[in-house]
């Protein structure tokens, strides 16, 4: 719900910081006081275009923030995480206007593109009327409101799924059929690769044993040489470290008998020269390994030289190769499957197809029985609401040749507001009013359906009275219980049904005019709702029936 919006120099408005509340709340005010203006500040909060010129005259800029609090698993809570905006459960809607510059928009303090800003808008207000943000009119909001009227959400679920799922079989089929109309060639192409990387054995640990052994090769001299040294200087010689350690471990032994603390450091010494008679025998062991081979030499060169070509040419690292060739096997042997794989996937498209138009034909027949109920509630309360012998139908067209994730169902809202004229989509309806009563009637009707949390109805109450009005106000009041609902009036009937009330008024001091929005007490609401039914002079009589008017609304409720 809207729980704030705070306002700084637009049009008239100086400074203006307004908390609402759940329920039903109510704007009112004197003709020309500036009631729009809200209306006006909300959109613009929700991306609507800018105009530098309702920044207020004398200021460089103008500024509206507007606080909403997103239900637990709401969708606008979904889009904030899916953004990387969320922020702790609140949604913090910020718009700059600079007179100089290009306007500016925030999502939770974070720089956002307008459409952006739309696009969250949509899922947290709506405005009725002859403004934006009236996803009513928009085909998909029609039809994911009817399927939530009928209790079809699970079935249009399981619908998109099947879609889903029979779609990306038909592509995998589309992409297998088209690599086997060249199959022949390619696997011509693959078996000449394949053949040429088994050549050059490029299997397994063959790249990092030639390079080990080419290492060898190359430096076995030097390798014989060396080792020669330090098994002369281990073992061979007169002073070789092994005689030594020997010597060393025989007077230890005799001194160990005089002190037996000498026996431990004897150990060690009699361990070392245990260690050093293996290290001599792995040394000679290894000697026997080295071999001076030029021959064995030079075809490991050209066998690594032929693993690097083939690197070159297939632009990829050596010891990426052998991955290459599993790739080329197994693609091989996808094409060499083509013709078993295409008629299995054949058949499982057959059985997706008839799972997808079973349901969706049983989505399309309860769609058109919940379309029937709601067109019949939403016209009987358009008679109640200064629209006799209007009309209001949902058309529900199944289109099989066009199907989609949502089923196959072309779904349109029609109205007429008046007996003898054609049915016309709601976004033709010219008249504001109208177009805000049928909202009405829709969202009444459908109060527990609908995704949006907050509504603002305008012009609501344009060209009705009376008893049509009273009627107005507690179709509002009643939505109010499902849903925040905020509503521009003239009409006390709709005022006094209200949780919550606004007033709008004018201020001048003969060179400056400023708007401000009050919330009203009790009191003040009796001298609002008296001032709305009597004009400038207020008397006790009509304070004591504006009085009646809320006592009865809080009665009836």
Sequence with gaps: MLSRITIRNLVIVRSLDLAFSDGMTTLTGETGAGKSILIDALGLALGDKADNGLIRAGADKAEISATFEPAAGSAALRWLDEHDLAADGECLLRRVLVRDGRSRAYINGTPTPLASLRELGELLLDIHGQHAHQSLLHAAAQRALLDAYGGLRKQVKDVAQQYQTWRAAKEQYDALRKAGEDRANRLDYLSFQIAELEAIACEGDALKSLEEEQARLAH?????????????????????????????????????????????????????????????????????????????????DDQLGRLHDAARKHRVEPEQLVGLLDQLRTEAETLNNADSNLRALETQIEELQKTYFDNADKLSKARKKTAKQL????????????????????????????????????????????????????????????????????????????????????????????????????????????????????????????????????MTDGKTTETRIDSLDASARVDEIARMLGGVDITDQTRRHALEMIELAHKAS
């Excluded at 002073?239 to 002190?259: E, F, M, N, P």
Aim: glycine content about 8%; charged content about 25%; aromatic content about 2%.
């Design 220 to 300: 076995a001299e030097q390798l014989l040489k060396d080792s020669d040294q330090v098994i002369a200087m281990l073992g061979d010689e007169e002073q070789s470290v092994q005689q030594i350690v020997g010597r060393a471990a025989h007077i230890l032994d005799d001194l160990s008998r005089l002190d037996p603390s000498l026996g431990e450091t004897r150990e060690l010494l009699e361990s070392a020269g245990i260690q050093i008679d293996e290290a001599l025998s792995s040394l000679r062991h290894y000697q026997d390994r080295v071999e001076l081979d030029p021959e064995r030499l030079q075809a490991v």
């Design 375 to 506: 067109s019949k509630v939403v016209t009987e309360s358009m008679q109640t609401l200064g629209m006799k012998g209007g009309k209001f139908e949902v058309t529900c067209t199944a289109d099989r040749d066009r199907p989609s994730a949502s089923g196959f169902d072309q779904l349109r809202f029609e109205v007429t507001a008046n007996p003898g004229q054609p049915l016309a989509p709601l976004s033709a309806v010219a008249s504001g009013g109208e177009l805000s009563r049928i909202s009405l009637c829709i969202q009444v009707a459908t109060a527990n359906c609908g995704p949006v949390p907050t509504l603002i109805f305008d012009e609501v109450d344009v060209g009705i009275g009376g008893a049509v009005a009273e009627i107005v106000g507690q179709l509002l009041r009643r939505l109010g219980g499902e849903r925040q609902v905020l509503c521009v009036t003239h009409l006390p009937q709709v005022a006094a049904q209200a949780h919550q009330q606004l007033r709008v008024h004018k």
